[in-house]
């Protein structure tokens, strides 16, 4: 049976990471704070030109949503791993993907989260983790260079088969960083040889 096992120490760096991913790319209030950011700036730009008489007032507001996003998201990560227990980190984590379920034990904490396919809701996978996401808001993650059993691309093909998919028919999995270049490279090589290959088959006939 095809398996992959990933065995993870504790590493508050790694939490760190994948809460701040997650509010970068998954939060709608900080995607908000940024979009009112914008706004303020454009304001301020046009009453710079304009020069209005709140001219000052437009730049203040422009700073404190600008200062006000990063503060929110560096409170916000290290709020959440402040919560940690110091059982949870001295512990390691040992999660087991097949092509049933995914299971996640911990050798401090007592039982087991056992997550069927169809439980997940998105996998995001970057240069350095695998990020599945079980809601909206909250997840496990595997760290690749932990994997113990099977391989990186073992993972990613077991979840593409068997991940639930979107309103379009494709799987719930997203792509980042320098892997998402690699992805959409593959996909123009991918689409250059079925044109090649299409133009042998109209020659042909």
């Given at each position: 049976m095809e398996k992959i096992v990933s065995k993870t120490k504790?590493?508050?760096?790694?939490?760190?990471?994948?809460y701040l991913f997650h509010l970068?790319?998954?939060?709608?209030?900080?995607?908000?704070?940024t979009v009112i950011s914008g706004i303020m700036?454009?304001?301020?730009?046009?009453?710079?030109?304009q020069k209005n008489?709140?001219?000052?007032?437009?730049?203040?507001?422009?700073?404190?949503?600008?200062?006000?996003?990063?503060?929110?998201?560096?409170?916000?990560?290290?709020?959440v791993v402040k919560q940690e227990t110091p059982e949870r980190i001295k512990s390691t984590d040992t999660i087991e993907i097949t092509?049933?379920?995914?299971?996640?034990?911990?050798?401090?904490?007592?039982?087991k989260a056992v997550i069927g396919w169809n439980n997940i809701s998105l996998?995001?996978?970057?240069?350095?983790?695998?990020?599945?996401?079980?809601?909206?808001?909250?997840?496990?993650?595997?760290?690749?260079?932990?994997i113990i059993e099977?391989?990186?691309?073992?993972?990613?093909?077991?979840?593409?088969?068997?991940?639930?998919?979107d309103k379009k028919g494709n799987p719930v999995y997203k792509y980042y960083g320098q892997v998402k270049k690699e992805y959409k490279a593959k996909k123009r090589i991918?689409?250059?040889?079925r044109k090649e290959a299409k133009k042998k088959q109209e020659k042909k006939a």
């Open positions: 504790y590493n508050r760096k790694q939490h760190k990471q994948f970068l790319h998954r939060s709608a209030t900080i995607w908000l704070l700036l454009v304001l301020a730009v046009y009453n710079t030109i008489n709140n001219l000052a007032f437009s730049w203040i507001a422009f700073a404190f949503t600008a200062i006000l996003t990063p503060l929110m998201i560096l409170s916000r990560v290290n709020g092509k049933e379920k995914l299971v996640r034990s911990n050798d401090v904490l007592q039982g996998i995001c996978e970057n240069d350095r983790y695998f990020y599945i996401y079980t809601t909206d808001t909250t997840g496990i993650f595997v760290v690749k260079e932990d099977g391989s990186v691309e073992q993972l990613r093909k077991l979840a593409l088969s068997h991940l639930p998919v991918e689409k250059k040889q």
